[in-house]
Nanobody
């Protein structure tokens, strides 16, 4: 199983970016999916999370600016980011809890994509 992210880059403050993540491989079911980020010198933190049923959870710092969505048929999760701030600069990681069969669930991570917001 592999998670592949795309969509990072350099954007000016108050700009927008959309991150996408696609899961591939021998997948029985994907449960929670999410995005985390890690800025230089800081710990990795949760940005947004979405259940298979579509319930969402956001970090306070991104509420009202970021929107997480998923397509269960395509095994993808997106993060739409608007009104970006320099403090949003970080490496963003896709995360998913994936069942390979009815019994076992594993925690998978993407390779990360850099988002840089200039002031």
């Amino acid at each position: 199983v592999q998670l592949v992210e795309s969509g990072g880059g350099l954007v000016r403050a108050r700009g927008s970016l959309k991150l996408s993540c696609a899961a591939s491989g021998s997948i029985f079911r994907i449960n929670d999916m999410g995005w985390y980020r890690q800025a230089p010198g800081k710990q990795r933190e949760l940005v947004a999370q979405i259940t298979s049923g579509g319930s969402t959870n956001y970090a306070d710092s991104v509420k009202g600016r970021f929107t997480i969505s998923r397509d269960n048929g395509k095994n993808t999760v997106d993060l739409q980011m608007i009104s970006l701030k320099p403090e949003d600069t970080a490496v963003y990681y896709c995360n998913a809890f994936i069942q390979l069969n009815r019994k076992y669930e594993f925690d998978y991570w993407g390779q990360g994509t850099q988002v840089t917001v200039s002031s």
